[in-house]
């Protein structure tokens, strides 16, 4: 086999355990004689796997008993629109939604929800997070969005960003691209959504994590398939759900906890996280462009100063097995995605590639 | 490995070298050092897979050049909205869709239009298509929907359908249990949809087959992620599409191809399916329901004459490896799905078992 270090934003790296034990329980799960993709969804098979997955996830994030898990199709992206549509049902008209703007996440949310309510923008910044004290909310605002980690820019809240106090706000996190890498207090927050493909598993599986009270809101127009309620009442089984990918997920789920849990989690991510942002700090060859204090620590974009040296750089981290560097055309320059599933091997090997590479072209 | 046939009806059989395909590249596809599941979506290695499938599958149902063809999320259910909030956006308030209800899916979708429009049923039987001189049709309907294979009642539109004449009316089909298993003449339809999880690969991937002139009449309030222009015109990669799914549908498709396309496909159907209904037939021990002109060939519910039986019957069935013959709860009974997937050997195995059981019991 190729040995590789893949750096990409997602669909992204997991774990070779988890690759391992899929591929040899592929036409035979658990002595069924069946692959899981062959499974009927509403059969004790695979009602054992989704259960597991759920439980799982459920002790990962010490998501507390009031709140329901929904495994969806559709994406992160259509959460953008998900959420108004489930959300806005029982407003009258003129419902606001109150965004953080810290990104083109952020953006694409703001984009989408204004075909649903009125949207401010009560902070903006694609930098850093904009300081609490200076968000401008709107009384009464249906809720709050924010995006806690900006796959494209690279800005995210910090983990102490638990103790924000938000009184009488339903919070809505977008949090794809850092779920599962940090500790969370799910009790501050209304909804948590998260695209599968970063840090829990392959596309094409979305999670859902809302407040009891939250559900039976939705509006008359959103598609059944997507109702929230329809789907929690129904156990993510309202329609068939991407089974094969919420089975992917449950081993990713076990892989973690055989691990030590998001707080080993948290702990790696600060160290792969420190170990590359030292090395670009520590050159004058490269630069960063987030505060420090916001600096992701799941997606770390940085620039060559001199950009015409970009294709040699990725050509030479390619050679070298470094894969998927390449900056998000949107932004330009480089970005290394370290999710969870990226071993430190691979920040070691791309932390010496940066500094060959600044020494070979000073 | 535990030898059984499974007779679900979905997520189903799988043909077992595709699997195990997919097993062997699980860990390292074709030397990338990274799983499908890996990999960028907008990477070469995914772009290739992705671009593979969409080409074999215009070839497979010979799709006409004004046609496209997405790979979407959601399931077929989810279609029952998504194409009112796709066609309705141009129809002046007060759009009717007329419906041909021939059973559960029907049902499904006739209930979920209603959110977006008037609803007429314009013809009603579920135990065998109506003919099409009984059709009372809206002049300026929307769209005609149709399910043309109930996969819980097992009443299918014939493959001489391809031989209906309707003028000025956009006919709109649920192919989903059925798709790939005929030929049909795509020219005839505005939109084909199809969840996968029947005869195309593991459930998280929607194939919607549209002629380009229906693009671009989105009601506002669809969600972006489903539109279906914006899905055409990113070549499915508006956002991140279930790609692990994609690239099984895509072995799926090479699969069809080597053993001869769906006129193949089509001839094995029909011996597998008249195989068993002559078994079925040929006893007074169990019964059909449906008109023996619109039987499906994928989907053979029958039932016990003496239900009192059942229990024992599936037990019996279970010990010999035939699985998941047990009707749904809506109907009750028996249900043998025999897709593409499923060898005319799994059908010997079941007709043998029903003499053997009619014989014990008799």
Known sequence: MTHI???????????????????AEMLDWHGSG????????RGPEFISIYQAAE????????????????????????????????????KPDGATIDFIHTGSWSEKSIKE???????????????????????????GAAYLHMCTNETIGGVEYQPDFNDLRLQDVTLVADMSSHI????IDVAKYGVIFAGAQ??????????VIIREDLLGKALPVCPSAFDFKLVADNESMYNTPPTYGIYIAGLVFQWLKRQGGVAEMSRRAQAKADLLYAALDGSDFYETRVAPSNRSRMNVPFYLKDESRNEAFLAGAKARGLLQLKGHKSVGGMRASIYNAMPIEGVQ??????NEFAGQHK
């Open 55 to 90: 439980r799982d996830l459920r002790e990962l994030l010490a998501v507390p008993d009031n709140y329901k898990i929904l495994f969806m199709q559709g994406g992160g992206l259509s959460q953008n629109a998900l959420i108004p549509l489930n959300l806005l049902g029982h």
């Open 113 to 139: 929800a204004r075909k649903y309510a009125n949207v401010n923008i009560a902070a903006s910044s694609t930098t850093a997070v904009p300081p609490q004290a200076e968000w401008q909310l709107t009384p």
């Open 5 to 23: 270090f893949n750096f990409s934003a997602g669909p992204a790296v997991l774990p070779k355990e988890v690759l391992a034990q899929a591929a």
């Open 34 to 41: 069946m692959s899981v993709m062959e499974m009927s969804h």
């Open 349 to 354: 090997a791309l932390v010496a590639y940066l």
């Open 198 to 207: 970063k840090n829990i598993g392959p596309a094409g599986v979305t999670i």
């Open 180 to 183: 599962l890498s940090r500790e």
